[in-house]
Nanobody
Framework: VQLVESGGGLVQPGGSLRLSCAASGFTFSSYAMSWYRQAPGKERELVAT????????NYADSVKGRFTISRDNAKKTVYLQMYSLKFEDAAVYYCYANAARWGLQPRNLWGQGTQVTVAS
């Protein structure tokens, strides 16, 4: 049972990155998926969420219009496409799974994180 993020790296301001989070060991399609981020010295913050069937998404105000969350339930993968990256987007990005129905196990799950660095 795990979530494995990938796709982080170094990008210049204005650049783009696509993060991926591959799930295994649980019924991915029954979980809402989110991306969080945590910058040094700051609290972890919610970036984006997508419902279990992908019909609804929500974004933090700071990333609206620049980031897009999506999922492929057949591949058990959630993505975060990031455009127009800013210095303040630099952080460790975490994938998070939350059960959409009562009784599922695990109830929730975190990935290990992937570093996004924005530097000129």
């Amino acid at each position: 049972v795990q979530l494995v993020e990938s796709g982080g790296g170094l990008v210049q301001p204005g650049g783009s990155l696509r993060l991926s989070c591959a799930a295994s060991g649980f019924t991915f399609s029954s979980y809402a998926m989110s991306w969080y981020r945590q910058a040094p010295g700051k609290e972890r913050e919610l970036v984006a969420t997508i419902t279990s069937v992908g019909g609804s998404t929500n974004y933090a105000d700071s990333v609206k219009g620049r980031f897009t969350i999506s999922r492929d339930n057949a591949k058990k993968t959630v993505y975060l496409q990031m455009y127009s990256l800013k210095f303040e987007d630099a952080a460790v990005y975490y994938c998070y799974a939350n059960a959409a129905r009562w009784g599922l196990q695990p109830r929730n799950l975190w990935g290990q994180g992937t570093q996004v660095t924005v530097a000129s």
